[in-house]
């Protein structure tokens, strides 16, 4: 395979003008063109019910950029996306100000994936998602724009253009996905699975590394931090590498990277416009146990889900999407440790940032 372009530029406010100008220097440098006339998904990052300002979505300005050039070209444009809270979606997108687009641009839609009919999409070859349940409107629209946050993850390290993809899997389907790939290679392997299934009908890869999340992302753990730049790609892999260089990451510990490679989907080789100045970056540190150590080891975690008492609101969502159902509400959550699977589900979701993660070797 040749190398695979991406474009960067810096970019350090969410001005929707400067942020077309350069998608369109973009999309020239990297010969995509916008389709005309035709029906085009836009999939961001809508994790939970937050405000722009928190920085765990993609920002609007970032996604109203994109719609604009869209609209300009006649296109029917959808905005979806699930978020990890079941049945929070359409509260996530009006928190984030991304429902409101639809009022300020006019003809686009912005509705919950769950709420399209499903279609099974399968793969004989793949580990974990043999058979995977994902709406219809992936098929439905000619193309899909791809439209990520730059985060840290505590599972796999970091959140960029592949990991993005997860939100395709509507509702609880999430929480089952985490009970079949618990490792953080395992998940990985899951995720790329995913990438596949949807990777044909990319058009183009846009990270929102305006301001990113590092820390004990993806969630409210996260630290809002000024990366300052936007990237896109045609190959998702390929911006996730570039991104890589641009937080000062050696892509090797993000597992999705190279299993992509492994499996054919980017050469893992990329040629980028510009080099950008490397930024601190936090992520978290790797679990020490490889896979096949994993289920025999679970007694023994780096970092163990933990409410902080005086931050709780009782309001049960950890409860509510713990894969492995784990967490009892008795007033304040209760984890039962020896079936917990360290997915930090709980901790990404969590409403209140009220959920620490205790560097414990013993439970």
Known sequence: ??????????????????????????????????????????????????????????????????????????????????????GGTENALEKSQIAALKTRLGNITVRPMEEYRSRAYSNPRNRFLREVHLPR?????????????????????????????????????????????????????????????????ILINMIDAVVGLDGFGPGTGGRPNPVGFIGLSADAVALDIACCGAIGLDPSLVHTIQLAVDRGL??????????????????PKPFPFRTFLFK????????????????CKKCGVCAKVCPAKCIAMDG???????????????????????????ISLFV
Not at 344 to 357: G, K, M, N, V, W
């Open 1 to 86: 395979m040749s190398k695979s372009k991406v474009y960067l530029e810096n970019c350090h406010a969410y001005d929707v003008e400067a942020i077309q100008r350069i998608i369109v220097d973009a999309l020239e440098y990297l010969d995509v063109r916008i389709p005309r006339e035709t029906s085009v998904l836009l999939k961001p990052n809508v994790l939970s019910p937050h405000p722009p300002e928190r920085h765990i979505t993609t920002h609007p300005a970032v996604i109203e950029a994109m719609a604009r050039l869209l609209l300009d070209n006649g296109n029917d444009i959808v905005i979806a996306d699930s978020c990890g809270q079941p």
């Open 137 to 201: 409107i992936l098929d439905d629209v000619e193309c899909i724009i791809n439209l990520p946050k730059l985060k840290s993850h505590m599972l796999v390290k970091l959140t960029a253009a592949v990991k993005n993809l997860f939100g395709c899997i509507p509702g609880g389907g999430k929480q089952q996905a985490h009970v079949m790939a618990p490792s953080a290679e395992e998940f990985a392997e899951l995720l790329v699975e995913l990438y596949e299934f949807i990777r044909p009908k």
């Open 266 to 283: 980017s050469s893992g080789q990329i040629e980028t416009n510009k080099d950008l100045r490397p930024v601190r970056f936090r992520v």
């Open 296 to 311: 025999h080891v679970s007694g023994l975690q780096r970092r163990k889900p933990m409410g902080i008492t005086k931050k």
């Open 332 to 358: 304040y959550p209760q984890w039962d440790y020896s079936e917990c699977i360290y997915c930090y589900c709980c901790h990404e979701t969590c409403p209140h940032a009220a959920i620490r993660l205790k």
